[in-house]
């Protein structure tokens, strides 16, 4: 999923949920900068001993760090590629699963949390894996012969023939430039790259096309699996909604039990907003051009009559700047920065599903 969906409709569902503005701000914001915190340049130290060290939770495409198996655990499966737990092998048990039982603990788990200074902040985080566990199903977070594709195999339909030949192109030409990067880095390291160069992470194989809400596809796996892990056939349109309605149901228990940041002039059922979201999983499009169709319908008032008119602006880059910009000499508080309270509540939640959750079900990945 891309901003479109992680900023935006997140933002739309926990407002129509009866979360406060400014608390489905920061709920959505953090849900888009699981995507975004890709750097350790932030590491902030201060005159008086203190220090704010990023978590990294996502890398960009092009990232040789994407070829290190045991980078991909601390930042693909628990951020992006929640194991499903179905299959008898490791590989099989790593494959996303939508709503899986391990993905429903998860939220069970970030619910619990409430009381938590940061809570909105792993609401958030706990929001982007939980609704990646829909688009992602099917893929796993490891470089993984299980991934692979067969390129000739994918079959898109779309209404718009000149954006399905945009996204066909540009499918096939990061396909084409990913081989090249894989030769590349081959040559320069060596033989450590076999194995990694040999299979493939998450769904790098078919691009973006799981992000894609608008998209109707099909694909073959290059290897044969278990049947309950074939999930070749993508009606991307459903999946998106069937997350949405997952969000929205976890986002109602969480202004239930945090009855400070609830909204009472907004009083609705997720049944109330349905064909207004799957008109706006229909646009096609870049994730620019879809993030300005949810703008529009939210300030046209389709979703809710919200006392703000538009979606307030994305506060990740707010959040680096002011880490950037802070003064060295000030003392830090835990109430006082919110990118260390994305850092804390992200650090939390990593530490939570590959120590605890995860073995809890027999899956031991660090």
Not at 172 to 194: H, P
């Amino acid at each position: 999923m891309q901003i479109d969906i992680h900023y935006y409709a997140t933002y739309v569902i926990a407002r129509v949920a009866g979360i406060k503005a400014e608390h489905a701000q920061i709920i959505a914001s953090a849900a888009q900068y699981v995507d975004d915190g890709v750097t350790k340049e932030l590491r902030k130290e201060f005159e008086n001993g203190a220090q704010i060290s990023p978590i990294i939770t996502a890398h960009h495409g092009d990232s040789a760090k994407n070829l290190d198996r045991h980078d991909q655990r601390y930042v693909w499966i628990p951020f992006h590629f929640l194991p499903g737990d179905i299959g008898d092998e490791l590989e099989e048990r790593l494959i996303c699963v939508k709503d899986s039982t391990i993905a429903l603990e998860m939220v069970h788990n970030a619910l619990r949390c409430h009381w938590m200074h940061n809570s909105d902040f792993l609401i958030g985080i706990t929001a982007h894996v939980y609704a990646d566990t829909f688009a992602h199903t099917g893929f796993s977070g490891i470089s993984s012969s299980l991934n692979k594709v067969k390129y000739s195999s994918l079959q898109l339909n779309m209404n718009d023939r000149q954006e399905q030949e945009r996204v066909e192109n540009k499918t096939k030409a990061f396909i084409e430039n990913t081989g090249n990067f894989l030769v590349r880095c081959f040559r320069a390291i060596g033989s450590t790259l076999i194995e990694a160069a040999s299979g493939a992470l998450g769904h790098g194989a078919v691009y973006t096309l799981p992000d894609k809400p608008f998209l109707n596809w099909a694909f073959s796996y290059e290897e044969s699996r278990n049947p309950r892990l074939d999930f070749s056939v993508r009606d991307n349109q459903t999946l998106f909604l069937e997350a949405l309605e997952a969000l929205f149901d976890m986002f109602r228990e969480y202004v239930e039990l945090k009855p400070e940041i609830k909204d009472n002039t907004i009083d609705l059922e997720f049944w109330q907003i349905r064909e207004q979201l799957r008109d706006c999983l229909k646009v096609e499009g870049d994730k620019e051009t879809r993030s300005e169709y949810w703008k529009t319908i939210f300030r046209d008032h389709k979703f809710c009559r919200c006392s703000e008119h538009v979606i307030p602006e994305y506060l990740g880059h707010t959040w680096e700047e002011e880490l950037r910009n802070i003064d060295q000499s000030e003392i830090i508080k835990r109430d006082t920065l919110d990118i260390h309270k994305f850092y804390s509540a992200a650090y939390y939640h990593r530490s939570y599903i590959l120590n605890q959750l995860l073995p809890n079900h027999d899956i031991i990945v660090t």
